[in-house]
C-alpha cells in the first residue's frame, strides 16, 4: 500500500469530519461522539495493532503522514494517542476500550497540560515506572483556564488496581513527543499553504504583499521551518515503535522550536484579521503553541540528546548517521 | 508543501564506501592542525585529490568510459561527506568533480568529454567558475566580460572577480557575454572553457580576512580560444548556469562548513568533564539541527538521483543550512568564554576565530542568503 492509498481515504474522512466548525464546536464543549464514531468505525484507529490482534499492523513510519493530516486539520480529539495507546494495549494482552485514549507522564501524580485530556475517556499513564491504562473518572483532570483548549491537569493520589503493562524502552514521552512533532509539521505546512495564499490574496500598495521583498524573505524562512519540521517528524517515525531517543529528540527538539516561529510568521503576514477568533489561522497557530509545549519542549530534549552524545566519542557526523539517521533505519 | 523532500536513506553499498576511504583520508588529515582542517574545502591539496583520483574517489557519477565510477549521486554524498567530517583538503578537486563534469557530461560535445573528463576523475585538471565580476555579484545577468566571434574562435576580453582556486586551476569555465548588451539580461550569454594557461589570462590572488588566498582577479585581454571553447549552446548559458547551481547548492558542504570546531568543541567539553545542563543542551539542539539537515541534504539528493534539479530544494536547504553553519562559532565562542576559568587548548581558539571570521563567506559563496530566498518565494507561487 502506497502512501497516498493510505493517506487520502483518511484525509477525506478528516475533512468530513473535522470541519473548522465542528472543531469550534467540539472546543466549545460540543460531544465528540460523532467525530470519534467516524473514526472508530473507519478502522483507522488500529492502524499500529498488529493483524494478529485484528489490527492493520502498520509501522509508525507508514502512518506518518496520517499523524500529520490530524495536526493539519487541528482534529480535536486524541487519534495519534489513541492509536498508540491501542497498540500498546495489545502488546500487553489488555482489551482496548472505545473512546479516546491520551498519553500522560505522571510525577508525583501530577502532568500538565496534557493535550485533549478533557475529552478522553481513558488515560493511558506513566507512573512509578509502569503503564497502566485508567478510566478518566478515576483522575482529576482540570480545566487549563485557556480559551478554546481541551487539555487538562491531571492529578491522581492513588494509581489503583488497574493492571500494568510493560513500560516501552525509554518510557513513554518519546513516543508522546514524536506524535507532537507530526502534528506541528501537519499544522506548519497547513499554515504555510494559508499564509502563501493570503499574501498572494491582499493588497496593499496597490498589490499583493507576498510582491514585497520583506514578505517574501519571511515566508521563505517559514518554509524552511516548515520542511525542517517535517523531516524531524519523519526522523522520528522512521524507526517504528518505541522510537529511540535520539530519533524522538531530534523530532521533538525540531519541531518545538520550529512551531513558535511559524506561528508568529503566520501572524505577521496575515496581520489583525490573523489573530480574530473567527479566522481559521488561530485553530493552528494556537494548536501550534500547546503542541510545542506539551510532552517536553526544544530545551528539554536538547538537554537529553546533548547527554547521549556526550557520551559517546563519535563524531557529529557519525553519531546523527548511525544514532539518529541510523535507528531509523532500523 | 515542498513534499518531495522526503526521508531518504543512502543505499548500503554506498556507505560501503566509508570504510576504505577513512584510511586513505586519515593519512592526510593526520598531521594537520584543526585550524588547517577547520579550512575543509577551502584547503588545497593537489596530491591528495590525485590520490583520491587513483583511488576512483572522484568523477563518481560519471559512466566509466570517462573514466568515472558510474555510481550516482548518492555514492557522492557519502565520499564527500566523509572529507568534510574530516576537514579533509579538498579544493584542488572540488569545483571539476561537483560541478564542470556534470556540466561537461550534460552540454558538452563528445570530443570534450573525452578531452575534458578522465583527467578530472584522475584528480590532474582542476577547474574554476568564472561567474562573479567587479560590477556582477548577484546580478549575475549583467556580466560584462565578452567573446567576438573570430575566424577560428573566439577572442575573450574583460574580467573575473573572486573566483575560487583561479591561481591552481588548469581551466576556467566561464559565463561571458556572446551577443547583445548587459541590458539583455540573460540573452546572449555562453558558457566557455577557458585554459587559463594561455596568452592575455592574467590572475591575482587576493588575500581574505584569514590571511588566506583561496579566490581571485582574472583578467582577459584579447585571450584566443579555440571555436570548441563553447560548452553547450552559445546564448544558453544562462540555462546551462542555472542547472549547473542545482549541484553546486544542493551538497552537504552547505551544512557542515563548522563541522571541525563543532567536533573540537565537543572534544573539549568531554576532556573537561562538563555535561552540565547547558552544556548537554547546547550539544544537543547543535546535534538536533545537524541531524535534520543532514537528512534534508540527502533528501535533495535523492531528487538528483531521480534526475530531477531540485533547485529550490537545494535553495531551502542551503539557506537553513548556512544559518547553521554561522550559529556554530557563535555559540561556541559564547560556551568556551562563559567558561573563562577553564582553560582551552590555543589551537581551538585560533579554530573558533578563523571559523567566526570566515563564517560570512558561507551565505556568500554559491549564492546570497536575499537571492536563495527570493528562488524560494518563487518555489511558493510568490513571484
Known sequence: MDGNELLDPFARLLEDVATPAQVRKIEAGGSIAPLWDALKDSGFLDALVPEDNGGVGLSLDAIGPL????GGNAVPAPVAETMVARAMLAAGGIDAPDGPIVLATLTQGRATAVPLARVATHLLVEADGALRLIPAEK?????????????????????????????????????????????????????????????????????????????????????????????????????????????????????????????????????????????????????????RLADGAESYWAALLGRDRLETDLSSVDYVRTRVAGAAAA | ??????????????????????????????????????????????????????????????????????????????VVEELLS??????????????????????????????????????????????????????LASVRTRAERTGSGWLLNGQKIWTTNAMHSDYMIALVRTSGSPADRHQGLSQLIVDLKAPGVTIRPIVD?????????????????????????????????????????????RIYSSVVLLDAWIRHVQAAGRFDGATAELAGRLTAQLATLRAMSISVTARLVAGESPVVEASLTKDLGTGYEQSIPLLIGDDLASHPDEPADPELYRTLLYVSHIAPSFSLRGGTREILRGIIARGLGLR
Open chain 2, 209 to 253: 580576512l584569514t590571511g588566506d588566498a583561496h579566490f581571485a582577479e582574472v583578467f582577459f585581454e584579447n585571450v584566443a580560444l579555440n571555436d570548441d571553447a563553447l560548452i553547450g549552446q552559445e546564448g544558453d548559458g544562462w540555462r546551462q548556469v542555472t542547472a549547473e547551481l542545482a549541484f553546486e547548492r544542493s551538497g552537504p558542504e
Open chain 2, 86 to 139: 574530516a576537514g579533509a583538503p579538498v579544493a584542488a578537486h572540488w569545483i571539476a568533480d561537483r560541478q564542470s563534469a556534470p556540466l561537461i557530461l550534460n552540454f558538452g560535445t563528445e570530443a570534450q568529454r573525452e578531452f575534458y573528463l578522465p583527467p578530472i576523475c584522475r584528480g590532474e585538471a582542476f577547474f574554476c567558475i568564472g561567474m562573479s565580476e567587479p560590477g556582477s555579484g548577484s546580478d
Open chain 1, 67 to 70: 499523524l500529520q493530516a490530524l
Open chain 1, 139 to 291: 483522575i482529576e483532570i482540570g480545566a487549563t483556564g485557556v480559551e478554546h483548549s481541551l487539555a487538562g491537569h491531571l492529578a491522581l493520589s492513588d494509581l489503583g488496581s488497574a493492571p500494568t503493562l510493560p513500560l516501552p524502552a525509554g518510557g513513554l514521552r518519546p513516543v508522546a513527543a514524536v506524535l507532537r512533532a507530526c502534528a506541528i509539521a501537519g499544522a506548519a505546512d497547513r499554515l504555510l499553504q494559508m499564509t502563501v495564499d493570503y499574501a498572494n490574496d491582499r493588497i496593499q500598495f496597490g498589490k499583493p504583499i507576498g510582491k514585497q521583498q520583506a514578505v517574501q524573505h519571511q515566508l521563505a524562512v517559514m518554509a524552511e521551518q516548515a520542511v525542517a519540521a517535517r523531516m524531524a517528524a519523519q526522523i522520528g517515525c522512521a524507526g517504528g515503535m518505541p522510537p529511540s531517543l535520539a530519533a524522538a529528540a531530534t523530532a521533538k527538539q525540531i519541531s518545538s522550536a520550529a512551531a513558535g516561529l511559524i506561528a508568529n510568521i503566520a501572524h505577521a503576514v496575515h496581520g489583525a484579521i490573523g489573530i480574530s477568533e473567527e479566522y481559521d489561522l488561530q485553530l493552528f497557530s494556537r494548536r501550534l503553541h500547546e503542541w
Open chain 2, 1 to 78: 508543501m515542498f513534499e518531495t523532500l522526503s526521508l531518504s536513506r543512502l543505499p548500503a553499498e554506498d556507505e560501503a564506501i566509508r570504510e576504505p576511504l577513512r584510511a586513505l583520508i586519515a593519512e592526510t588529515t593526520a598531521g594537520l592542525a584543526t585550524s588547517r582542517r577547520a579550512r575543509s574545502w577551502q584547503g588545497f591539496d593537489g596530491a591528495f585529490s590525485r590520490a583520491l583520483g587513483a583511488a576512483g574517489y572522484l568523477g563518481l557519477t560519471l559512466p566509466k568510459r570517462y573514466g568515472g565510477g558510474e555510481r550516482g549521486a548518492f555514492a557522492r554524498y557519502v
